[in-house]
T-cell receptor
Framework: AQTVTQSQPEMSVQEAETVTLSCTYDTSESDYYLFWYKQPPSRQMILVIRQEAYKQQNATENRFSVNFQKAAKSFSLKISDSQLGDAAMYFCAYRSRGGSEKLVFGKGTKLTVNP | SQTIHQWPATLVQPVGSPLSLECTVEGTSNPNLYWYRQAAGRGLQLLFYSVGIGQISSEVPQNLSASRPQDRQFILSSKKLLLSDSGFYLC????????????FGQGTRLTVV
């Protein structure tokens, strides 16, 4: 069964600094997607970044980038130049591709941004 | 346009009462549909998902059930609610194969009293 593990329940960062959130996953599949979602206090789920497993290049979206290590089954999120609006719960997620289509999430990391 | 509707936004139900939460989507055919539960300050627990009408996969054996009576409708039900069913319920969908990510409804906050 596919599982996603986020080992950091809480993280904090100073405004304008950089922070890295960790995520590992377990799967026997070779083709899948990985995601980072953000959940602000409004509880609306917002996609931050996506990565397709067959692509070796790490995805980047403005201040957000990932470090995808397929062999290690690791998928960390780096937030550069942190802003107060980045404060939220961050969830790592795994989606099977072409198989069960299951979409599973980690337990989340609560990010606090200090001014 | 493609949209997802989830209701009600808030629900307070007594223990032992039935439950029906509805999620409908617009703008595409044969989407993947998902139900999640989020306990306070916790992660998203996958409850059920469906890749087509009448096709329901259950992840967590409990007193909840799901049905997909129409292509764009996904219903979460319970015959008798327990206190432990309290939480925030989210419906999500992947509109069609060209999309990689899921999109979420606004969620339902369920309190069982």
């Amino acid at each position: 069964a596919q599982t996603v593990t986020q080992s950091q329940p809480e993280m904090s960062v100073q405004e304008a600094e950089t922070v890295t959130l960790s995520c590992t996953y377990d799967t026997s599949e070779s083709d899948y997607y990985l995601f980072w979602y953000k959940q602000p206090p409004s509880r609306q789920m917002i996609l931050v970044i996506r990565q397709e497993a067959y692509k070796q290049q790490n995805a980047t979206e403005n201040r957000f980038s990932v470090n995808f290590q397929k062999a290690a089954k690791s998928f960390s999120l780096k937030i550069s130049d942190s802003q107060l609006g980045d404060a939220a719960m961050y969830f790592c997620a795994y989606r099977s591709r072409g198989g069960s289509e299951k979409l599973v999430f980690g337990k989340g990391t609560k990010l606090t941004v200090n001014p | 346009s493609q949209t997802i509707h989830q209701w009600p936004a808030t629900l307070v139900q007594p223990v032992g009462s039935p439950l029906s939460l509805e999620c409908t989507v617009e703008g595409t055919s044969n989407p993947n549909l998902y139900w999640y539960r989020q306990a306070a300050g916790r992660g998203l627990q996958l409850l059920f998902y469906s890749v087509g009408i009448g096709q329901i996969s259950s992840e967590v054996p409990q007193n909840l059930s799901a049905s997909r009576p129409q292509d764009r409708q996904f219903i979460l039900s319970s015959k008798k609610l327990l206190l432990s069913d309290s939480g925030f319920y989210l419906c999500a969908w992947i509109p069609d194969p060209q999309y990689t990510e899921a999109f979420f409804g606004q969620g339902t906050r369920l309190t069982v009293v």
